[in-house]
Each structure stands twice: as C-alpha cells, then as structure tokens.
C-alpha cells in the first residue's frame, strides 16, 4: 500500500476508531467500578427484617414474645395539603410537631428524594388503627409494621436483656454482621444468644430511576433473598418462679439466684432493682430514666456485684478444713462471745459454748472457723504461710470461686479471692499471719463474690461436691449448648465431707425456735430445707443478709442464694425470701402458715437503708 | 436503455452504491431502537406512538427515506455544482437570521420554531459549505498552496463557522474543523495539521502542567525539526536531549538550592505572605526566565546559520516557536476570557483540573457509568437500568451511545463504531475512485464530517473529549440531524451513481 494521503487520511480513521474502542473496552470489560456505580445508582436493598426468635422458659412459657408495632412513614413527595390538627389528634401529638417534621423534610428534599421517611416510631395498635381508618385523608402517609418484643412475664430486664438499634461502636465490634438500623440484643439473655435470635435479613431489590422513585423489582424479584426468622430459644428459667423472685425482691436492693443443682440450670436470676419490662420494649426512650436512676438498675447484681460472702462462707472453710484434717465431725472448740487472738477479739453472739462441727455451722459460730482457719493457715505440710495461703485459695478456687464460672449469660464477673502475693503487697514480704488475715475464715476481708458464686456453692453442696457450670440456656432442638455445661465439676474436697457440712444446713434450718439454730425462719414442713445464713458487715450502713439454701436434703431439686443489701441478719430477709422461693419452687403454693411471712417480705421496702451515690 | 429519471445511461441497481444505503438504513434503524429503548419506561407505549420520541423519529425516519428518494431520482445531480453558490447565500442568510429570530434552546439561538416543527440551520449548512468547497476547488488551475485559493476556500469554511459560535453553538462549529482533513487530501501541507495540534497541545500543557513545561516541550519539538530538515539529528541527539533534561530537573533543582541556602524563617515569612521581607535574589530568578533567556540567546545564531544555508524551514520554524511561546502566555487569557463559562466548566472537568461530579461532570460520570455497566455483552435490549431510569441525561439525542453501551455491550458499541468505519471508509474509497474532482472533494467532506460527528460525539460520552452537544449522525433523536446527513450523504451517493451511470 502506498503511503498516499488517501491512505494516510484512512490510517488515522482507523486510528481514531481505535482509541474509541480501546476506551469502551477499557471502561466496559477491563474497569469494574462502573457495574457498581451503576447498580449503586439504580438498585435500591430493602431490607426486610426478620422476627426474632422467641424466648422460652424451662416449662414452654413464652418468656419473650413478639408483636407488632408500626412506624409511621412520610414520602414527602407524595404529602398534598392535609389537615395537620386531624393528623395531630389521630396520632396524639401536637401540631407544631407535624409542622417541624414537614419544614424540616422540606429542608432536605433533595436528599429525600422519593424515598419514605420514619416519622414516628413504634406507635402503638390503638394509635395506628385510628390512623388506619381516616389514612385516605392523608396521601403520602402509611403505617410499616415492625415486629417488636413483647414480654407476657415480668421477668426481669436484666436478664431477659434488652434489644437496641446498634450504635456507632457495636457496628466497629461487629463490622460485616450488622448494619446502621439494625437492632441487637445489648444485653442479658437477648446478648447471650444474640446470634441464634437474631435471625437473618433479607432484602428486596428495588430499581429507582434517577429521582430515586422505585420503579420495579429488580429480575423479577429472582435475586431477592427471603428473611430468615430467628430461632426461638429455651432458657432454663421457670418463668413464674422467676416473676415471684420479682415479686419478692420488689424494693430490695440484692439478687436472688436459684440453681437446679443436679444440671446446673439456672432456675431464677433476679437483679434488683431492675429495669421494667414495660420499658424494654422501647428502651430507647427511657434510656436517659435508666440510667441515671441512681439505684443502677442496668448493673446486674447477680452476675457482677462482688459481695463478701459472710458466714455462708463458713461452709467453704469446714469443708477445707475437713479435707486438710484439721478438723473433724468430733472437734470441739469454745466460744466466748467471740475469739481472741492477741489483744483483739474477733467477735461472735451468744450461743453455747464448746461446739462440735454441725451445731459451728448450725449456730453460725465464728471462732470456730478462726480456729480451722488458723490451722490451715498454720499447718505444718506447708514450708510458710504463704504456701499455706496459696493452698487455700486454690482449695477455694476449686468451688468457682475468685474465677468467671463461665456461665453462657453475658457480662459475668470473676470476683475476688486473696492469695499471698495480695498479702505481701499490703502488708510487705513476712509482715502478716494466720491472724492478719484472719476475717477470711467468716468470708469477710477482701473476698468478692456474686451472688450466682453462692448459688452455685449451694448447688455443689447439694450435689454433695461437684458442680455444673450454672447456664441459662437450655438444650433445644435448634439451639446446641456448649458441652462444656453437662460435665461435673469436682472440688478439691472429698465428696464424703460433704453430708458432715449437710448436716449442720440441716439442723440450722429445722432445729426449730429457740435451739440456736439461726434459720429456723425458713423451715418448711416436709422440704428439708438445708440452708447457711450470713451477716455481712457492711462499714457503709446496715448489714447485708446473706442466705443459701437447697432442698430437699435427698435428691436436692434447688439451691437458692439469696443476698439482700442492707437487710440486716441473714434470717431477717435472706432467709425468708430464699425459702419461699423454694416453698413455692417444690410445693407450688405458700403454706398458710407462712403466708404472714410472705407478706411481709412482699411488702418490706429496705430502698431507703442504701446509700445512693 | 431508459431509466425512471430518464437518463441514459447504466440501471439503479448497478449504479448504485448499495452498500452506503444499507449501512444507511441500520443506523437509523439502530438510532430508532435505541430512541426507543431511552423513552420506553417513562413513557411506556408502543414504539410507534406519535407522542413519543420514536414515534416521531419514525416520522423523520419515513420524511428522511422521501428525501433519500428525492435526491435519488428526482433531482438531477448536475444542478449542485451551478446552484452551490446561491445555496451557500441563501443558507449563510438562515444562519444570520436564526440568531434574530430564532428561538433560543438552551443558551443558543439556532433553532427556528414553525408551530411544533423545528429546524436547525446549522444541520445544512455542513451541506451548502460543502458543496461550495466541491465547487469552487474543483474549477481548473486551483491550487491550495496559492495564498488567494489559500484564503478563498478558508472563508467558505470559517463564514458559516463563525455565525454558529456567533449563535452559541460552539460545537457544531468545531465540526468545521474536519474539513482540514479535506484540505489536505487536496494538497494542503500536513506542517499545518502538526501546527494546529501542536497549538492543542501546548494550550492543555499550559492549563494542566505549567507554562514551563509547555515552553519546554515546544521548544524540544522545534529543535528536534530544525535538526531533522537540516539534517543534524545527532546533534540533537547529544547536545539536544541533556540540554532538554536537564531543563526539565532544574525547577526541582533550583527548589532544592533555595532549601538549601534560604533562611527557614525567611521562607516562612514569604509562604505567609508576610510584608517587609525582602525576596533573595535565588528566589526571584525563576526557572521559565532561564529557560527563554537561554532561547533568545541560542535563536539568533540558529537564524544567522539558516541565513547563510538559505533555509527557509528553520525561519519559519523559529517564527512558530515565537508564536508558540506568546500562545502559552495568552493561554490563561483565552481560557478565562476568550471562552464562556459553561465552556471553561467543561474542558476543566475533561483536563481533570476540577472534581465535579455533580455539576457539569454530572452528565459525563453518568454516562460513562452507565456505558461502563454494560459489560461485554450489555444488559440486554430494554433493560438497561441507566439509561431506562434517567441517569443519563439527553440520552436520546446527545447521549444515545450510553443506551447502545448499556444495553448491547462492548460488542453492540463496538460494531456501532466499526459500521461508521465502514461508512467513512467507503465514501473516501468511493471518493477516490471518482473522475471528477467535484465528487472526490464533496466525498471528502461528507467523511469528514460525519468523522467528527463520531469522535466527537462518542468521545463526549466515554470521557475522551469534552461535553459538546452535537448529534451522532443517523442514531441520535431529532428531524433536522437525520434529515441534514441523510441529504449529505445521499447527494454524494447520487453524485457518485451519477458518474458510474456513464463510464
């Protein structure tokens, strides 16, 4: 071919069609950017939100349940004139209030567009059928109905927990899960197992032109994805014992936790106060109420509160005691009103005077177990009292104690159990002995431990020496439990000391008035009720009253711990209160005989004795 | 042998040139489709409903075949080259009066309304300049490189150019710009193209690098051709290239030195803008004064030694590298004051100088998204989601191609280009094999300017060339643009058919 300009001129169309082309294939084949520009443009996801799964109590109660709310959407494009006091009184609000919402809409109607905006959330049924019924008076305006919880038993907000829109740190937390306008259990058993409840979201798309109005389903709806329901749970609670639990720790600050010792399942966890469940189904707008109330009812006392223990404690050191040899059924000490080491005297109450082991822990003595603590602390098998210190706190450890018992409910609290390295920090390497540290033996001094720790001590001695890490979930056909929560947990005591510790639980309920037995309030003819009460002193006011039990003594069904702030002796309140959880637990029904008891408990307000900060 | 226009002489069906009436027919069939296909959703009726846009498309379509058929068999191809003067007048006066009383469509006068009819003058006026370009370079004893042909045929072309800008429609008028295609197929010399794209280049250079850069590039190039014509390229070779690299590092170099050697608080003072400092001596010599300093010494010894060589190439080379230099000075005047606003807006948003995605960037982003979503194969017929939803505006008549894009793929826009390949391709063979320079010439034209129809048009809408709004011939929506290239290319087909009647 000759380089002629004829062919020079058809060079460069060629040229120039090429370059045309190498731009479309560059921009079509080679850049993907632009498929998702586009369909960023074009495609709308709406989501659809699927039910939450629906909580459960142990016997099939609905604990949780679901019911539908409705928002109230505007497309303002769509508003005409209407009658803004007719919309205001149908929906209750005030006029002035429509009138900002539409002024501000129309502030932002280019980012608007054609799309629907919330304009009230969660009206109530009765609101959204007046709204229903006179809706063709108002175009632009409709009810979107949303599935919210519902819950037919008081049972306690703490644990049930709540469930929120995700905030801006969640969404960090959980980056590819969740979405801004998701919602999520936050709390309790909503938490626990927020990722079976939850469910999954489905979405339709929508194809919107460039006014962002929806103009179709995309591929006929082909590549929509269906909502999948969450599952529904069973927990291990028994809802109504959890709602008399409620009941009877209404205006009591403290926790009340009842375990089924031979699985481990958590029977009541009551925090109190807690938050009403009236305000958990829309707790955003009483978030501000909650917390600030300055009784804490988001603090969830029965997981995280660390209390010292009191006498209850006892129990734990018998039992170390037993296992160490330095103390046996048949060892006798006296008790003057209290134990004297030194110049100081640990003081005790009027009871008799020696005691065997039983009536110790019948009678609540506390210089008996000044006595098994100093052997312990003292005893010749260790090099020093630190290895001695070490070994007990081990011993202790071995009871869940001073540990997270990883429970399945979330924001579970370890609490606190010394150990010689504590000692030597504050007293300095040598400078403290059995008696420096001497507190511990009546589970004062610097032992923290929640309520559930108690439960589930009161459990391990029902199941005479061995515990099921407590949970809250049960076994169900969609939801698996962790393995973890069917195996036994033995302590580093024999299980043949335990009838010998049963037995003084037993006298100190059921020796009846006037024996010395400090818990004779929570006899209950035929349970055999087991218990241990404490008294833990309280520097800030009155004393806490501390309280385990369990029953029947054979074939135990339920441990309680009971921990009442502020209420006194551990039969003032504690005692009452765990038994006629129990009572109620085993027998259904309060006997006539208790039910003045029961009264009262009901009807004691002790808010005024906590100190607020 | 009688024919239905009673002329002697060979039959239609042999005469004609069926390829170009075919490639013809699926254009505007393709044009009709893809109209369609950009209005169906927010009006969604039958192809054919005369309310829509491709119903009446359909009516230029059935009009445009009427005109086709006219220029065919009715009109004899004889008379263009008489009456291509008067035509011209008569076409320069629609022009002149459109602006006063036409009606004003988006900023520019250049429509005349008849009740619901309107019509562009413009569309014709490529036709009447055409012909009188076939006409006049086509007399005996014409020659291009003659100053007064020269100047002749330039004014035929920048007339009806400069009264299009005078209407604000700047880009029909750059269409005129292909007829330099045209002109140098007839002879005229390829130095002026080079220029032409040479000036293009150095005002890009200046607006997006700096006027150092463009001096420096312009300078690299004159001396690089000075060297060549006068058969010195190993100079430019060694002395050349390190002289032109080491230019190109010393605005670095000389940033680096004023680092070195300048007190930081002075600095910090001059960056603040501060009063009273006194400027160092290294910090007012720039780079650029170096730079021409350097020039003006080194010209006149170029120019003494083309003197005494009788050179005349290596003067007119240092004459275009002067008017080069005060291009690149009076660059940002033209650009801030020369051209309009929505102009300026334009070639800022192609150039990159400015991120504007909403606002004149808007059209350009959107249809290059939605060309881009298309994929290898596209979207489907009618399913483009871009296009069909209204993201990309004046997408039935500017921006057909995003619709042809999104819904036929790499592979429908592709073909698209390659059937105007072959269009063009064949009118210049076409052109070529005529006998008659009047042909030949109005044959160059008819490709020129469809030529830059597409490029420019297609250019727009895939990011390559900046938002100028004229038509993609035979495919975009509107009468006057399918009626005006409809009768363009068939008067060279029946020039054409005209001539292969006798021989």
């Not at chain 1, 004297?340 to 009871?351: I, M, R, W």
Request: with cysteine; net charge neutral; hydrophobic share 45%.
């Amino acid at each position: 071919m000759k380089l002629n300009r004829e062919n020079k001129l058809l060079i460069g169309l060629c040229t120039a069609a090429a370059i045309l082309i190498a731009k479309l294939f560059s921009i079509q084949i080679l850049d993907e950017t632009y498929k998702l520009d586009a369909n960023n443009n074009s495609m709308v996801y709406s989501t659809i939100y699927p039910t939450r799964g629906i909580i459960n109590d142990r016997n099939g109660n609905i604990l949780v349940g679901n019911k539908v709310a409705y928002d109230l959407m505007v497309t303002p494009k769509e508003v005409e004139e209407f009658d803004t006091t007719l919309l205001a009184k149908v929906l209750g609000v005030s006029p002035e209030f429509i009138h900002e919402k539409m002024q501000d809409y129309h502030k932002n109607r280019k980012r608007i567009g054609w799309q629907s905006v919330v304009m009230i959330k969660q009206m109530p049924q009765e609101i959204y059928m007046k709204f229903a019924e006179t809706a063709y008076r108002f175009p632009g305006f409709r009810g979107q109905a949303r599935s919210i919880r519902e819950y037919p038993f008081n049972a306690g907000g703490n644990l049930l927990g709540y469930v929120s829109e995700v905030d801006a740190s969640y969404l960090k937390r959980h980056p590819d899960e969740y979405k801004s306008g998701d919602y999520a259990g936050k709390t309790g058993i909503e938490a626990a197992r927020e990722k079976e409840l939850r469910g999954e979201k489905g979405y339709n798309i929508m194809l919107r032109d460039s006014r962002n109005k929806i103009m179709s389903r995309y591929n006929n709806g082909e590549e929509d994805k269906e909502a999948i329901p969450g599952k529904d749970i069973t927990t291990t609670i028994d809802a109504g014992l959890q709602h008399y639990g409620q009941m009877l720790m209404n205006n009591k600050v403290g926790s009340l936790v009842a375990i089924e010792p031979s699985t481990g399942e958590i029977l009541t966890m009551v925090s109190s106060p807690g938050i009403d469940v009236e305000m958990l189904a829309d707790i955003g707008r009483h978030y501000g109420e909650i917390s600030t109330d300055p009784y804490k009812p988001m603090f969830n006392r029965a997981v995280q509160a660390p209390y010292p223990p009191g006498s209850v404690f006892k129990l734990v050191n018998g039992l170390i005691g037993l296992q160490e040899g330095v103390v046996s059924t048949n060892t006798h000490y006296p008790c003057s009103m209290g134990y004297k080491f030194g110049k100081n005297k640990l003081g005790c109450h009027a009871h008799k005077s020696p005691l065997s082991f039983e009536e110790s822990i019948m009678m609540s003595c506390n210089a008996y177990y000044c006595y098994i603590l100093r052997d312990l602390l003292e005893n010749k098998k260790y090099a020093s009292i630190a290895e001695a210190t070490d070994k007990w706190k081990e011993y202790v450890q071995s009871f869940g104690f001073g540990q997270k018992l990883g429970s399945d409910f979330p924001s579970e609290l370890g609490g606190f159990i010394p150990d010689s390295k504590y000692y030597n920090k504050v007293y300095g390497k040598g400078g403290w002995k059995a008696t420096t540290v001497i507190s511990l033996s009546i589970g004062q001094g610097e032992i923290g431990c929640t309520p559930l720790h108690l439960a589930n001590l009161c459990a391990t001695i029902a199941n005479r020496g061995f515990y099921y890490i407590p949970h809250i979930i049960k076994d169900s056909e969609h939801v698996a439990i962790d393995p973890k929560y069917k195996e036994k947990h033995y302590t580093m005591v024999d299980t043949t000391h335990f009838p010998k510790v049963i037995g003084g639980m037993y006298r100190a309920v059921n020796s009846g008035f006037g024996s010395g037995g400090t818990a004779s309030i929570a006899a209950v003819e035929g349970l055999d009720i087991c218990g241990k009460t404490g008294t833990a002193q309280n520097p800030h006011g009155h004393d806490h009253s501390v309280f385990i039990c369990f029953a029947p003594k054979d074939n135990p069904k339920i441990a309680v711990a009971a921990y009442v702030e502020n209420g006194g002796f551990g039969a003032s309140y504690a005692a009452p209160i765990a038994s006629l959880l129990t009572e109620m637990y085993l027998n259904g029904e309060i006997s006539q005989k208790r039910k003045s008891l029961e009264q009262r408990m009901l009807e004691a307000d002790l808010m005024d004795r906590v100190k607020v900060r | 042998m009688r024919d239905a226009g009673g002329h002697r002489g060979r039959g239609l069906v042999r005469t004609i040139d069926w390829s170009l009436v075919i490639c013809w027919l699926v254009m505007i069939l393709i044009g009709w489709a893809n109209i369609y296909a950009s209005v169906h959703s927010s009006d969604p009726s039958s192809i054919f409903d005369f309310s829509s846009r491709s119903g009446k498309q359909f009516v230029w379509m059935i009009t445009a075949m009427g005109i086709a058929l006219l220029i065919l068999f009715v009109i004899p191809p004889r008379i263009y080259e008489g009456f291509s003067l008067p035509i011209y007048v008569l076409v320069i006066g629609l022009l002149v009066s459109v602006i006063f009383l036409g009606i004003e469509v988006k900023g520019s006068r250049s429509w005349f309304a008849f009740g619901p009819i309107r019509f562009q003058p413009a569309e014709i006026s490529k036709i009447a300049t055409s012909l009188l370009l076939a006409t006049y370079m086509s007399q005996l004893g014409y020659r291009i490189g003659r100053m007064k042909d020269f100047l002749i045929t330039a004014m035929i072309i920048l007339l009806p150019m400069m009264i299009i800008v005078l209407q604000s429609e700047t880009g029909s008028a750059l269409v005129y710009v292909g007829f330099i295609f045209m002109l140098y197929r007839e002879g005229l010399s390829g130095w002026l193209i080079f220029m032409i794209g040479m000036a293009i280049l150095l005002f890009i250079l200046t607006l997006t690098a700096s006027p150092y850069i463009a001096i420096l590039t312009l300078i690299a190039v004159a001396s690089l051709c000075i060297c060549l014509y006068s058969g010195r390229a190993r100079w430019w070779i060694f002395i050349g290239i390190p002289l032109i690299t080491l230019f190109a590092f010393l605005p670095e170099i000389m940033e680096r030195i004023i680092q070195a050697t300048v007190a930081p608080d002075v600095l910090d003072a001059l960056s603040e803008g501060t009063e009273g400092v006194e400027v160092p001596f290294i910090m007012k010599v720039k780079p650029l004064y170096i730079l021409l300093g350097f020039t003006g010494i080194s010209l006149p010894f170029a120019a003494f030694q083309a003197f005494r060589e009788r050179n005349t190439f290596t003067h007119l080379a240092i004459i275009s590298l002067i008017a080069g230099v005060m291009l690149v000075f009076s660059a940002d005047f033209i650009f801030n004051v020369v051209l309009q606003d929505h102009q300026r807006k334009r070639i800022e948003v192609l150039l990159g100088m400015k991120e504007d995605p909403s606002g004149v960037g808007y059209n350009v982003r959107q249809s290059m998204i939605a060309i881009g979503s298309g994929g290898a194969f596209g979207k489907g017929y009618l399913n483009g989601t871009q296009t069909t939803y209204g993201f990309v505006p004046e997408q039935s008549t500017d921006f057909i191609f995003c619709t042809i894009g999104e819904e036929w793929g790499f592979m429908g826009s592709a073909a698209v280009i390659l059937l105007y390949v072959f269009l063009i391709w064949k009118i210049i063979k076409n052109a070529e094999k005529s006998r008659e320079a009047f042909t030949r010439i109005y044959g160059y034209c008819v490709a020129c300017c469809i030529f830059m129809h597409l490029f420019i048009n297609i250019g727009m809408t895939i990011g390559l060339m900046p938002v100028i709004g004229i038509p993609l011939p035979f495919i975009s929506y509107g009468g006057s643009s399918l009626w005006g290239f409809t009768a363009m290319l068939f008067i060279f087909i029946a020039l054409n058919r005209n001539e292969r009647k006798y021989f």
